[in-house]
């Protein structure tokens, strides 16, 4: 039966290329299907194949031999390869920078030490409880260039008086994101694109979807501090966490960044701490640009 399939026909035995060309092939459908998962894409990959289905049932060799319908799905089918790159080109930009995320190809790390998370885990939390908005980016292996600019530089060390006062209500640089990367805060103040997911509940507000969409394109981790609910959420890949408690963002933190907990310390991961939720504040408005200050 096997023969069938191999060009030039003959005995076929099958040995360990064959077993490493299936893996891969296996190995780039799964990550096709996850990529694809929950979107539209899934959709218009099911509208394709039934275009294809319909082109081969109308065929001059099959029965209903519909012609003019043949050549026009055929052409529809020519041109569709050019449609789904120019549809889903940013789908294809997050597959390709998932596939350089590898220890060979990694740049410098994102500098972020214990003790500069606890700062930041402990000023997240003290926002919370005052109810004061914030958006606290942290950058990982890509550098978030075209964000940095779009702020204010500081190029200070991380510390929690630090982000207290950049996020305390009416200060100057309270309204934007900080972000935070190798090691120090290299700019507050900046604006982010929000995301465009249709799909998205419109419940969310301009710092959920602001974190959403950066982190759809980067693979940098957001915190979101709503002054609405005194919550905490953070974004990963595109998802939202549900509300985090101190602790529960400390090891959502140290999970995604990879920053090893010191010694004797082992914290125990909260339940809620990395769950997608749909529920979003509703006194954050959407906006082009997203603003950490509530009006």
């Not at 939202?240 to 907990?261: C, M, N, T, Y």
Request: with cysteine; glycine share 8%; aromatic share 6%.
């Amino acid at each position: 039966m096997i023969e069938f399939f191999i060009p030039g026909g003959g005995p076929y035995t099958f040995g360990w290329r064959d077993a490493l060309d299936i893996l891969i092939m296996t190995v780039l459908i799964y990550q096709v299907g996850l990529l694809i998962r929950k979107t539209r894409a899934l959709q218009m990959l099911l509208g394709i194949l039934v275009v294809m289905i319909a082109y081969w049932a109308t065929a001059p060799d099959q029965p209903l031999r519909m012609l003019t319908v043949h050549r026009v799905l055929g052409n529809v089918l020519f041109y569709s390869p050019f449609v789904l790159i120019i549809i889903f080109q940013a789908p294809i930009r997050r597959a390709l920078a998932r596939l350089g995320r590898t220890p060979l190809f990694r740049p410098a790390p994102h500098g972020m030490t214990p003790r500069m998370l606890e700062d930041v885990v402990k000023a997240a939390t003290n926002l919370a409880n005052r109810c004061t908005g914030a958006l606290i980016v942290i950058e990982h292996d890509q550098v978030l260039k075209d964000q940095v600019q779009s702020g204010i530089r500081l190029d200070a060390s991380i510390s929690y008086d630090l982000l207290m006062t950049i996020f305390a209500p009416g200060a100057p640089l309270h309204d934007g994101a900080a972000i935070l990367g190798e090691g120090r805060v290299k700019a507050a103040s900046c604006f982010l694109a929000v995301t465009i997911n249709p799909q998205l509940s419109r419940q969310y507000g301009s710092r959920h979807r602001a974190a959403i969409g950066l982190t759809e394109e980067y693979d940098s981790v957001v915190i979101v501090v709503s002054e609405e609910r005194g919550e905490i959420r953070a974004a990963h890949e595109g998802r939202l966490s549900a509300p985090l408690d101190g602790e529960g963002l400390k090891v959502f933190l140290s999970d995604r960044l990879g920053i090893a907990q010191p010694h004797g310390e082992s914290p125990q991961r909260a339940g809620n701490s990395a769950e997608p939720t749909d529920a979003a504040e509703p006194g954050d408005t959407a906006d082009s640009r997203v603003r950490s200050q509530g009006r």
